[in-house]
């Protein structure tokens, strides 16, 4: 629901301009959705792997988030292109986008929208996480939505069931991505929120990683598959326990 800009300052400054699409113009709740993206990202930048955030406001009307510019393409089409950069940092982008989501934990949001698409990798393997509009506070109690917005291949089982659901879903949706980014297909491929809820309950087609890879490590495999557990509570309870043992797994 909006373009990205490249936007310089008086010294030619590189910026990322995020503006509003203008066919969004009337559509208020687009817009609430937007503007707490950029609160969110405000309150949780300050972290390297997250991406930075310069300031937010409105352009003719038009809300628009400033961030900083870096030379990156996103995962999902660098594994398509089975760019180098991935096979010479992939342990290192696996430790950083847990390490992202643990800050967004940590300072009481989940991502809600965590997928390839959403992580940033430049040329030297960093990353950073983006899209921030489907956030929530992590709460005391599981959160229920008036909506299920999202990515149906990343959802956790109770999300796309419509059930209230908590941090743990960003869990799921990690061990999702790192599946993928391993043995460059998802875990349970589907046409459908349907289809795949259908994969995620009957696991009788479903692969290891270490069944598509052999070189993926046995420990880093069993990370992987408690994430993406069916019931949340055999997953990790929180992401800073999944990240201490996700760097033991790589030896880091």
């Not at 699409?21 to 390297?48: M, P, Q, T, V």
């Not at 628009?64 to 594994?79: P, Q, R």
């Not at 990343?154 to 790192?178: K, N, S, W």
Request: glycine share 6%.
């Amino acid at each position: 629901m909006a373009d990205i800009w490249l936007a310089t300052d008086s010294n030619n400054k590189p910026f990322a301009l995020r503006r509003m699409l203008e066919s969004y113009k009337w559509n208020f709740f687009a817009k609430r959705r937007f503007i707490r993206g950029c609160e969110i990202l405000a309150s949780i930048a300050d972290n390297e792997n997250i991406i930075g955030y310069v300031e937010h406001g409105k352009i003719k009307g038009q809300p628009y988030l400033l961030m900083e510019y870096v030379e990156a393409e996103n995962l999902k089409d660098l594994y398509l292109q089975h760019d180098p950069v991935l096979t010479e940092n992939v342990a290192q982008i696996l430790i950083d986008m847990a390490g992202g989501l643990e800050h967004m934990h940590e300072n009481g949001y989940m991502h809600l929208d965590f997928k390839p698409e959403n992580v940033l990798v430049t040329r030297n393997g960093g990353v950073r996480l983006v899209d921030f509009d489907l956030a929530q506070r992590i709460d005391d109690k599981p959160l229920k939505l008036a909506k299920n917005p999202g990515t149906p291949a990343y959802m956790a089982p109770e999300q796309l069931r419509g059930e209230p659901i908590t941090h743990r879903v960003d869990i799921f949706a990690f061990g999702v991505a790192a599946y993928e980014l391993l043995t460059n297909q998802r875990p349970f491929p589907g046409e459908s929120p349907v289809e795949i809820l259908k994969r995620q309950m009957d696991r009788s087609t479903f692969f290891t990683p270490r069944q598509l890879n052999p070189d993926v490590p046995a420990n880093l495999e069993k990370v992987i598959l408690r994430c993406i557990e069916w019931d949340p509570e055999k997953r990790y309870p929180f992401m800073g326990v999944m990240a201490r043992e996700l760097r033991a797994a790589l030896y880091v």
